[in-house]
T-cell receptor, first 118, second 116 residues
Framework: GAGVSQTPSNKVTEKGKYVELRCDPI?????LYWYRQSLGQGPEFLIY????????DSGLPNDRFFAVRPEGSVSTLKIQRTERGDSAVYLC????????????????FGPGTRLLVL | AQKITQTQPGMFVQEKEAVTLDCTYD???????LFWYKQPSSGEMIFLIY??????QNATEGRYSLNFQKARKSANLVISASQLGDSAMYFC?????????????FGTGTRLQVFP
């Protein structure tokens, strides 16, 4: 079946602009995650959704970052007043999870959106 | 303290040989999971293998095996019979806690290059 998809694959914007990044998870996956990967680093957690609600947003760096998942499927990461330091690859992942306590539920990642803020 | 430490920025291996990529972790939670992902130049993170903290045996998936040493808090990835297509970044990651929906914490990665 189809994997996690992300659009756009690349986004170039100017400092101060607003951007939206979209993630379409694997069908039926209830958990959705956003990570940010800077050059030469591993991915860093931003936010996690279980269904429509943000279960953990502790990784969002500041209030310029916001994410939604209104229908429990597609998610949009929104960045206001972009800064050059926001340039990174934004990765989305999803997993099939019902918080049953089973271990080992794998997160499947999309190809990422490469954001460049000039 | 770093939660996940990968001390090898880069590794070289000849085709058909085995290679071990190191990973140590730090957690006080008795329940956790350890993952390895491969990231080729295309950028997508590809899941390779998982080891749970309560698993008695080392995980294996085809040519990948995880050398889990709980007392030493290490979870090294072993790739047997390396192939040219194995050249990529490899990331070790940890999920803390009982529930499988918790975030992953990643290391800084190891770049593996396989040469003919």
């Amino acid at each position: 079946g189809a994997g996690v998809s992300q659009t756009p694959s690349n986004k170039v914007t100017e400092k101060g602009k607003y951007v939206e990044l979209r993630c379409d998870p694997i069908s039926g996956h209830t958990a959705l995650y956003w990570y940010r990967q800077s050059l030469g680093q591993g991915p860093e957690f931003l936010i996690y959704f279980q269904g429509t609600g943000a279960a953990d947003d502790s990784g969002l760096p500041n209030d310029r970052f916001f994410a939604v998942r209104p229908e429990g499927s597609v998610s949009t990461l929104k960045i206001q007043r972009t800064e050059r330091g926001d340039s990174a690859v934004y990765l989305c992942a999803s997993s099939l999870s019902d918080r049953s306590g089973r271990a080992g539920e794998t997160q499947y990642f999309g190809p990422g959106t490469r954001l460049l803020v000039l | 303290a770093q939660k996940i430490t990968q001390t090898q920025p880069g590794m070289f291996v000849q085709e058909k040989e085995a290679v071990t990529l190191d990973c140590t972790y730090d957690t006080s939670d008795p329940s956790y999971g350890l993952f390895w992902y491969k990231q080729p130049s295309s950028g997508e993170m590809i899941f390779l293998i998982y080891q749970g903290s309560y698993d008695q045996q080392n995980a294996t998936e085809g040519r990948y095996s995880l050398n889990f040493q709980k007392a030493r808090k290490s979870a090294n990835l072993v790739i047997s019979a390396s192939q040219l297509g194995d050249s990529a970044m490899y990331f070790c990651a940890m999920r803390e806690g009982e529930y499988d929906t918790d975030k992953l914490i990643f290391g800084t990665g190891t770049r593996l290059q396989v040469f003919p």
